[in-house]
């Protein structure tokens, strides 16, 4: 199956800091999503992105597919940005989890 | 439109017991998908549905388990008898049809097995 690494494992950050997250993949995808996990174990979706880029609010995303890696960037960052993102992608059907980043804000 | 739904949220059940995990997808939407992350590991693929037919089953562990979706709509999944190493967070997801293959993932159902 397609290998995923996300880096950093985890995030440390200071309210209204801003942060990037990694993920890199081994083979060509046809899916590539971002989630986060609240504090209550749903996953929320944040992106579906196989190329391009993408924002939404203080969130975006790029996916270089070419080069395999995909880039969360967190801008004004909130205690509610708390939790886990990962990173998942496809060739087409079944989803391919990276280990996530835990991400921690601190007011 | 109302997302993925799973029940129960949470089941507690001793070794060699049963438990039927329920998951009810988007409507129209043809692709359903289980997953499960276990003792704080990576999210594994379980299987996935096409309307009524089996897809993919490779990620199905071993014969405890049991998946089945009626006439294209929900999908139970069966443990049966059940592991203390199946206990976990189990995922259900579904997507639509035609080459569009964002997944939308329900709230979990926790499974302890003690």
């Known amino acids: 199956g397609i290998q995923v690494e996300q880096s950093p494992p985890d995030l440390i950050l200071q309210e209204g800091a801003n942060s990037t997250l990694r993920c890199n993949f081994s083979d060509s995808v046809n899916n590539l999503q971002w989630f986060h996990q609240n504090p209550w174990g749903q996953l929320i979706n944040l992106f579906y992105?196989?190329?391009g880029t993408k924002q939404n609010g203080r969130l975006s995303a790029t996916t270089v597919a070419t080069e395999r890696y995909s880039l969360l960037y967190i801008s004004s960052s909130q205690t509610t940005d708390s939790g886990v993102y990962f990173c998942?992608?496809?060739?087409?059907?079944?989803?391919?989890f990276g280990a996530g980043t835990t991400v921690t804000v601190r007011a | 439109e109302a997302g993925v739904t799973q029940f129960p949220s949470h089941s507690v059940i001793e070794k060699g017991q049963t438990v039927t995990l329920r998951c009810d997808p988007i409507s129209g939407h043809d692709n359903l998908y289980w997953y499960r992350r276990v003792m704080g590991k990576e999210i594994k693929f379980l299987l996935h549905?096409?309307?009524?037919?089996?897809?993919?089953e490779s990620g199905m562990p071993n014969n405890r388990f049991l998946a089945e979706r009626t006439g294209g709509t929900y999908s139970t999944l069966k443990v049966q008898p059940a592991e203390l190493e199946d206990s976990g967070v189990y995922f259900c997801?579904?997507?639509?049809?035609?080459?569009?293959?964002?997944?939308?993932f329900g709230p979990g159902t926790r499974l302890t097995v003690t």
């Open positions: 997801a579904s997507s639509q049809a035609g080459g569009i293959y964002e997944q939308y």
């Open positions: 992105i196989p190329s």
């Open positions: 998942a992608v496809s060739a087409p059907y079944k989803l391919s």
């Open positions: 549905f096409v309307k009524e037919s089996k897809q993919d």
